[in-house]
């Protein structure tokens, strides 16, 4: 079952727009990382975050971290067209896994 | 540096046969996984191997094994392929997980018809 669910499913935006995506887990976490997939290929590390960390940047992208409300935000400033893909939250757990537990997914279509 | 390589990209295979799929992790990683990506179940955790050694695995029936060599290259078999097998098999490496998160392969597309 998916820990992580993200929200919205689906986000069209036109170009220049920020795009905010929320993803919500269940259990206790260790850290929390973002993934951008284009087209069914590969998944590319966007950004992680440790569970006593409450905000990150790397270069357009901002992330949030809530552990009192099990939730994460991902906010891209100024989109792309290029910035068009699904983006998926995961979840590394607790008890030293390296196992990711991933959402479904928000598929953000940037409009040029 | 080269990235992740999985072979091949495509296959297209039978029910009933099997399949063994290649996985070439960056060089110096030795944690090495595997998901299972469909349209239905989304990204789902396969297994997880360090140095060899099975650390983790996913709720995948016994069909589905795997290993790694002493390169840190791994392999998944998937025996008795059925058509609910057809999926993107993703392969990632990592260097120290808790801190720099995966490095994904392009992965390899398998159709079972």
């Known amino acids: 079952s998916q820990q992580g669910e993200e929200d919205p499913q689906a986000l069209s935006i036109q170009e220049g727009e920020n795009a905010t995506m929320n993803c919500s887990y269940k259990?206790?976490?260790?850290?929390l990382q973002w993934y951008r997939q284009n087209s069914g290929r590969g998944l590319v590390h966007l950004i992680l975050i440790r569970s006593n960390e409450r905000e990150k940047h790397s270069g357009r992208l901002r992330v949030t971290l809530d552990t009192s409300k099990k939730s994460s935000s991902l906010l891209i400033t100024a989109s792309r067209a290029a910035d068009t893909a699904s983006y998926f939250c995961a979840t590394g757990l607790q008890g030293g896994s390296e196992k990711l537990v991933f959402g479904k997914g928000t598929k953000l279509t940037v409009n040029p | 540096k080269a990235g992740v390589t999985q072979t091949p990209r495509y296959l297209i295979k039978t029910r009933g046969q099997q399949v063994t799929l290649s996985c070439s992790p960056i060089s110096g990683h030795r944690s090495v996984s595997w998901y299972q990506q469909t349209p239905g179940q989304g990204l789902q955790f396969l297994f997880e191997y360090f140095s060899e050694t099975q650390r983790n695995k996913g709720n995948f029936p016994g069909r589905f094994s795997g290993r790694q060599f002493s390169n840190s290259r791994s392999e998944m078999n998937v025996s008795t392929l059925e058509l609910g097998d057809s999926a993107l098999y993703l392969c990632a490496s990592s260097l120290a997980l808790g801190t720099y998160g995966y490095t994904f392969g392009s992965g390899t597309r398998l159709t079972v018809v």
């Open positions: 259990t206790s976490i260790n850290n």
